[in-house]
């Protein structure tokens, strides 16, 4: 305590001051005013307690007297390297049964946004690899659950992180055919700017479609033949349906009539490959008339005759959605 006489620091307690003797005065009182929590976290501290007050503590906190909401076996498995990756499947689940998934909140939140950003942009290359690193950093988290505490030998980690990379990807390949059977993406193969579908934009179809009731203006996902009469089965893409089964089609001049009745070149443009080429050709009543781009030129009325027509059991999807670009993103208008 500072003598206001002379100044003279004395020691905490004393009434008098060492020095002059001077009778000590306490400070006058000194207002705290403790720095406040931000309004944002205001709403997550009030979640958490919620959580606190309706989850047992076992998950939250590392009390052993608390109660825990998983069996004994469980939380024994949890720290063996190998049932500790498997309970790891659920990204963190190992460590929430351990107590300590503080320690890993990070990376599973690195984890969520890999996988959302890889599903946002599914079927691009970014989409792969985020969905890649996504799996990468699953499996850290796997083995971090038991693995590296386990052993010290970087072989033996880089083997089971090898191990386990194998067996999360062929998980996520299942599981991805599982939740999205029912869908394809593939390319345009075809040039519509009425519908905002130009050549080499990725849609999704589906696949549980009645080959037998598409209409005119439908886009499908089908194996191009090649030319030449080889039929050689290539990569499905995404062509427009023209003329249904018995019309007939008219190419002429670069533009073609169906049943008589001209098609308005917006909705349904002619290939570039064709708008030389003149020829009549009726549909058979098991197959479609497309629009589909092919690359080269030089080709006979006979070719194109026999490329553009595609038979209905080989078309395995109908396209709903444009996905790639993202700034043509929408549903395709039935």
């Known amino acids: 305590m500072r003598c206001l006489q002379c100044e003279f620091e004395n020691m905490p307690g004393l009434t008098k001051c060492m020095r002059c003797g001077s009778v000590l005065q306490a400070p006058a009182a000194v207002e705290v005013h403790p720095p406040r929590m931000s309004r944002w976290k205001k709403p997550v501290r009030h979640i958490m307690r919620s959580l606190r007050q309706t989850v047992p503590a076992a998950a939250w906190s590392d009390e052993e007297h608390r109660f825990h909401i998983f069996p004994e076996w469980l939380r024994k498995a949890s720290r063996v390297s190998f049932f500790g990756a498997v309970l790891s499947f659920i990204p963190g689940f190992a460590h929430i049964i351990q107590r300590r998934f503080f320690s890993i909140r990070w990376w599973v939140l690195a984890w969520l946004v890999l996988l959302l950003g890889g599903l946002f942009l599914f079927g ?104 030449g009469g080889h039929n050689r089965r290539s990569t499905p893409v995404y062509v427009q349906v023209v003329a249904l089964p018995g019309e007939v089609v008219d190419v002429n001049d670069g533009s073609w009539t169906v049943n008589g009745n001209f098609l308005d070149t917006e909705q349904y443009p002619i290939p570039v490959w064709l708008t030389k080429l003149k020829f009549r050709t009726v549909v058979p009543e098991d197959s479609y008339f497309i629009n589909a781009e092919f690359r080269g030129t030089g080709y006979n009325s006979q070719q194109a005759a026999s490329v553009c027509i595609v038979v209905r059991n080989r078309i395995e999807a109908k396209a709903f959605m444009r996905w790639i670009p993202l700034r043509r993103r929408g549903f395709i208008a039935e």
């Not at 970087?154 to 299942?174: E, H, K, N, T």
């Not at 080499?200 to 499908?220: C, F, K, M, Q, W």
């Open 124 to 227: 691009s290359t970014l989409g792969q690899i985020l969905l890649g690193a996504a799996v990468g950093v699953h499996v850290w988290i796997a083995l971090h659950s038991a693995v590296l505490k386990e052993y010290d030998s970087l072989r033996v980690r880089v083997g089971y992180y090898l191990a386990f990379l194998v067996i999360f990807y062929i998980s996520y390949q299942v599981l991805g055919r599982v939740i999205f059977f029912n869908m394809r993406p593939g390319f345009s193969a075809s040039h519509v700017p009425a519908v905002q579908v130009h050549r080499g934009d990725l849609l999704l179809g589906r696949t549980d479609i009645d080959p037998n009731g598409l209409a005119r203006g439908s886009y499908v996902l089908t194996p191009l033949s090649t030319l």
